[in-house]
């Protein structure tokens, strides 16, 4: 069973179009991370969250931000989407600060 | 900002060798965790270290934390086809509040 869920595994959007995407987690971990990865490439974290404590990358574009209203759901949205932005986004989760981490199938964003 | 250092990049073997791949960071790590992501889909955790000195095995698997916390090793023993796939380390510091970084990755490809 599932237990990190992102959703949707695809998603198309305009240029310039607000986008959200969503993860769920069924395993009521502390920890929420949001990464970044385009192709041949590693993954690259744009921000995490410890509980509702947010902690962003000093290198993440202010074009991407992020909500969780609760332990189990985290979102994130870009505001503006260009061109550069088409990617695998992928979210995960951590029990706690040392623990492993979990992560989703990953959504496709494709902007047009 | 830390940073991982992950080699090879690349890997081509015959079906039945064994692989040996290695991180290295110039900073102290206090969780190592290995994964492999296939193409389209998130990386899945293959093994956890958490300990300096530990070894730990899964299946054909086997990882192990270095003793200065600055470097982690994957060795695959007995390959076969459907180990192919990109091959990440990623690290944990306490202080980072639970951030999980990556290494460049390795990519595995296996002749029948």
């Known amino acids: 069973d599932a237990m990190v869920i992102q959703n949707p595994r695809y998603q198309v959007t305009q240029f310039g179009k607000p986008v959200t995407l969503s993860c769920s987690q069924t395993l009521n971990h502390n920890v929420m991370y949001w990464y970044q990865q385009k192709s041949s490439q590693a993954p690259k974290l744009l921000f995490h969250?410890?509980?509702?404590?947010?902690?962003n990358e000093a290198d993440t574009p202010d074009n991407f931000q992020s909500r969780r209203p609760n332990t189990s759901f985290c979102f994130l949205d870009i505001r503006s989407p260009g061109l550069g932005d088409a990617a695998m986004y992928l979210c995960?989760?951590?029990?706690?600060?040392?623990?492993?981490?979990?992560f989703g199938q990953g959504t496709r964003l494709t902007v047009v | 900002g830390q940073q991982l250092n992950q080699s090879p990049q690349s890997m081509f073997i015959q079906e039945g060798e064994d692989v040996s791949m290695n991180c290295t960071s110039s900073s102290i790590f206090n969780t190592w965790l290995w994964y492999k992501q296939d193409p389209g889909e998130g990386p899945v955790l293959l093994i956890a270290?958490?300990?300096?000195?530990e070894l730990t095995s899964n299946g054909r698997l086997t990882a192990q934390f270095g003793i200065t916390r600055k470097d982690s090793f994957l060795n695959i023993s007995a390959s076969i086809p459907s180990d192919v796939g990109i091959y990440f380390c990623a690290g944990k510091s306490y202080n980072q509040g639970g951030k999980l970084i990556f290494g460049q990755g390795t990519e595995l490809s296996v002749k029948p």
């Open positions: 270290l958490y300990k300096a000195g």
């Open positions: 969250y410890y509980d509702k404590d947010f902690n």
């Open positions: 995960a989760t951590s029990r706690e600060t040392a623990y492993e981490a979990f």
